[in-house]
């Protein structure tokens, strides 16, 4: 048996950026520790356009994660009006619809070609989203170019934002934690489609449901009991409105252009409340 734990063998990652980086932030007095920088907005608004500049944050209310856009933990803002610490190329929002068939839980836009180097702000225009890469130490099937960490952000309240700078071309598939199994899950191309996610997803229908023994034919480092993403993110990420190629053509791809069949939630709840005669936990 494969012990999970044990699978996901990475070493190859270059953590060597981020030791600096970590050296310079405690150097400069910022804890890395999430949301260090407390600050205030106290009428410390920026002159230009009514934004507080990161590096003024001093304290109160404005919550950051830090004073940069970190190569692993990106750049988090609990508030929209916190100026980023660098200017973003692209923004992406984080969605909730009330469709036909119930909430609906998206990135707007779904795919999206970027060059390297540019950075991306993740709005979060609705409550409780973050981004995170499928990543072999997450449990997932790597779907982001190799030698690129983990990297993720925190859960983010409605006004927030997270910033990433995606700096190493190809492939990556992202997605938001809470809300993966109902569809929310995107693609960004960086320069060009290269990679292990230039590939498609595995045929699910192709191995034994539930089963991951034998199904390791993308290389045994990743280990085999690594997932795909789940559920609707499959059917997201596998429409053929989110190729990778197309991406690079059109630029983005809406969540609308993704067929309304691979954007149904499969998750169906039953039995809860368990309040029936026999639905009760014993307890
Ligand atoms: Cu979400």
Same mark, same amino acid.
Not at 109 to 126: H, I, N, Q, S, W
Not at 179 to 192: D, L, Y
């Given at each position: 048996m494969t012990d999970p734990n044990h699978s996901t063998d990475d070493s190859g990652i270059d953590y060597g950026l981020d030791r600096r980086r970590v050296i310079q932030a405690l150097g400069a007095g910022v804890g890395l520790s999430a949301f260090s920088g407390i600050a205030s907005a106290h009428g410390d608004e920026d002159e230009s356009d009514g934004r507080i500049p990161v590096d003024r944050l001093q304290d109160g209310n404005a919550l950051v994660s830090d004073h940069e856009v970190h190569p692993v933990y990106g750049f988090s803002s609990q508030v929209a009006k916190v100026a980023p610490p660098v200017e973003p190329d692209h923004e992406v929002q984080a969605l909730i619809s009330q469709g036909e068939g119930g909430a609906g839980f998206f990135f707007? *836009?779904?795919?999206?070609?970027?060059?390297?180097?540019?950075?991306?702000?993740?709005?979060?225009?609705?409550?409780?989203?973050?981004?995170?890469?499928?990543? *072999?130490?997450?449990?997932y099937q790597r779907r982001i170019p190799r030698l690129v960490p983990p990297f993720s952000g925190p859960l983010l309240p409605q006004g927030g934002y997270w910033l990433y700078t995606f700096e190493k071309p190809g492939v990556y598939e992202m997605n938001c934690a809470p809300?993966?199994?109902?569809?929310?899950?995107?693609?960004?191309?960086?320069?060009?489609v290269s990679g292990p996610a230039a590939d498609p997803l595995p045929d699910l229908c192709a191995q034994p449901p539930g089963g991951g023994e034998g199904g390791g034919e993308g290389g045994e480092s990743e280990g085999p009991s690594l997932r795909p993403p789940g559920l609707t993110a499959y059917t997201v990420l596998s429409d053929p409105a989110m190729a990778p190629d197309r991406i690079v053509e059109r630029g983005s791809v809406s969540w609308e252009e993704i067929d309304p069949q691979n954007r149904q939630v499969f998750v169906q709840v039953e039995g809860f409340p368990p309040c029936g005669p026999s639905g009760g936990a014993e307890g």
């Open positions: 707007e *836009p779904t795919g999206l070609y970027v060059e390297p180097g540019d950075t991306v702000k993740f709005t979060m225009a609705t409550p409780h989203h973050n981004v995170v890469a499928y990543h *072999p130490q997450f449990g809300h993966e199994i109902f569809g929310m899950a995107m693609r960004i191309v960086v320069g060009e």
